[in-house]
């Protein structure tokens, strides 16, 4: 097994490893890890815990007119007076 968690890549297992560890395997993706899995030295599959992934494409303005800013939100009130002194 040739493991790199600690660098921030994928553990890498044969899909033969894979199919002898799998409980293993399962528990370290919940965990966190992403482990890949290879067939001929080549990568084949990425077992990762669900809804970790690569990341959604941010769409710039996406949310436009679903957010609301009051104009005073950045206006403290007299009860901050104190702290302000």
């Known amino acids: 097994m040739n493991e790199h968690t600690r ?3 994928a ?3 044969t899909a033969e490893e ?3 560890r799998i409980g293993e395997l399962l528990r370290r993706a919940e965990a966190g890890e992403r482990i ?3 067939r001929d030295g080549k990568p084949v599959v990425e077992l990762a815990a669900a809804g970790v992934g690569a990341p959604r ?3 710039r303005g996406a949310m436009k007119g679903e957010i609301w800013i009051a104009p005073d939100f950045d206006e ?3 009860e901050w007076d104190e702290y302000l002194k």
């Open 57 to 59: 494409r941010r769409i």
């Open 36 to 38: 890949e899995i290879t």
């Open 11 to 13: 553990m890498s297992v």
């Open 7 to 9: 660098s921030g890549k």
């Open 76 to 78: 403290l009130g007299p």
């Open 18 to 20: 894979a199919e002898a």
